[in-house]
């Protein structure tokens, strides 16, 4: 069965830094592969998500994902970190020959220092 | 609205109640997720509807736990005699396609007293 891998339930950087948070699924097939984030005491909002073209992707507020097969990869990076980006990131997975399940890593809390 | 609606907001109940959650997803979405999320947590399954009919129940933590959605638009979790250990903000999503992704309402704020 399809499972995720978060690395770093929590991940600090000092603001202006490099952002990487990591995540890695288990299938042969590439699946769908997303990003949200959660702030707090809010829903769920997409990041962003790779379905198939350029394994780059950019989202909003500044992050983007590399799609790597030969890693079964997936890892959010941000050049720059603002005050701002302190939240819940989960990794999500849904496999391409399966109905719309997404299978869900445990999340990682990011903490920017001032 | 364009978004995943979710009503209530809040909802405190008394150890034994019933309580029913209503969830209004993004029209046109025909897939539509239950999930809930304990502090710290990561979202737990619970339902995923495809159209009307539930097509994975399998997170649905007992018998207490039902929902519905009769035409295939807005769903309802019901759960009944409540417990303390049903208290958790109470998640809705909905989707158009696998590769889309899911789109988040904010959610119920469930709390057993």
């Known amino acids: 069965a399809q499972s995720v891998t978060q690395l770093g339930s929590h991940v600090s950087v000092s603001e202006g830094a490099l952002v990487l948070l990591r995540c890695n699924y288990s299938s042969s097939v590439p699946p769908y592969l997303f990003w949200y984030v959660q702030y707090p005491n809010q829903g769920l909002q997409l990041l962003l998500k790779y379905t198939t073209g350029a394994t780059l992707v950019k989202g909003i507020n500044g992050f983007e994902a590399e799609f790597k097969k030969s890693e079964t990869s997936f890892h959010l990076t941000k050049p720059s970190a603002h005050m701002s980006d302190a939240a819940e990131y989960f990794c999500?997975?849904?496999?391409?020959?399966?109905?719309?399940?997404?299978?869900w890593g445990a999340g990682t809390k990011l903490i920017i220092k001032p | 609205g364009a978004g995943v609606s979710q009503t209530p907001s809040n909802k405190v109940t008394e150890k034994g109640k019933y309580v029913e959650l209503r969830c209004d997803p993004i029209s046109g979405h025909t897939a539509l997720y239950w999930y809930r999320q304990s502090l710290g947590q990561g979202p737990e399954f619970l339902i995923y509807f495809q159209g009307t009919g539930a097509a994975d129940d399998s997170g649905l933590p007992n018998d207490r736990f039902f929902a519905v959605r009769p035409e295939g638009s807005v769903s309802t979790l019901k759960i009944q005699r409540t417990e303390r250990g049903d208290s958790a903000v109470y998640l809705c999503a909905s989707s158009s396609s696998p590769g889309q992704g899911a789109f988040f309402g904010q959610g119920t704020r469930l709390t057993v007293v």
């Open positions: 999500a997975v849904s496999d391409r020959d399966s109905n719309y399940q997404l299978i």
